[in-house]
């Protein structure tokens, strides 16, 4: 049991602890002999409490939690967020004798990468929103320069020189359409490889 990197308690129908590993104490900052084999749910509860910062009422509710949890004998599952932002998952898994398993997971880390995955995939959204606005823009720039075109042929030598900058505005247009084109790629292959 030593070497778990999961937490587990199991108490009986009694709300004795009947197990417990050290690294439950660990995972709440309780040192390993806070809460032993023999210690009541209450205790337990009453315990970590203490040292997250719960009053009275919530330890409370807590217990009366698992006596609802054990009475309908349904597996539980929820997070317990720490203020410095740990997060635990933790399990109840109710037993036939009305006793109960708890497992605890620290799962921060998952936690932190799913919210930097969906601020990421937030961003690649905006990103691909700004690209197909650039894109447009780009159109327009094109027809603005066909269009110039025309005019400058249509006024002949004059138009010369107004030809010239038509033709350079087509082709930046041009340009920044095929580097959006790129752009594109990389936000897809990106995405593709996270």
């Known amino acids: 049991m030593e070497y778990l990197r999961h937490g587990i308690v199991i108490y ?13 104490s660990r995972m709440f900052g309780l040192a390993d002999n806070a809460v ?3 210690c009541t749910l209450t205790d337990y509860i009453d315990r970590i409490g203490n040292i997250v910062g719960w009053p009275q009422d919530r330890k409370a509710g807590i217990l009366q939690n698992h006596r609802e949890w054990a009475r309908e004998g349904v597996r ?9 932002g740990k997060v635990l998952e933790i399990t109840y898994h109710p037993q036939a004798d009305r006793g109960a398993v708890l497992t605890f997971v620290d799962v921060t880390h998952e936690r932190n990468l799913k919210r930097v995955n969906e601020r990421r995939d ?6 691909a929103a700004m690209l197909e606005r650039v894109g447009r823009i780009s159109a327009n720039t094109r027809l603005v320069a066909l269009n110039a075109s025309i005019e ?3 006024l002949g030598d004059e138009g010369r ?8 505005v087509r082709d930046l247009s041009i340009e920044t359409s095929d580097v959006l084109v ?8 990106s995405l593709h490889i996270a």
Request: aromatic content about 8%.
């Open 12 to 24: 009986d129908r009694d709300e004795e602890i009947v197990l417990i590993n050290p690294y439950v």
């Open 36 to 38: 032993i084999v023999g």
């Open 76 to 84: 539980r599952q929820f997070d317990h967020q720490f203020d410095d």
């Open 122 to 127: 937030d961003l690649t959204r905006q990103t």
């Open 152 to 154: 400058a042929a249509r």
């Open 161 to 168: 020189g107004f030809a010239v900058v038509a033709a350079e």
């Open 182 to 189: 790129e752009i594109s790629r990389i936000n897809h292959a």
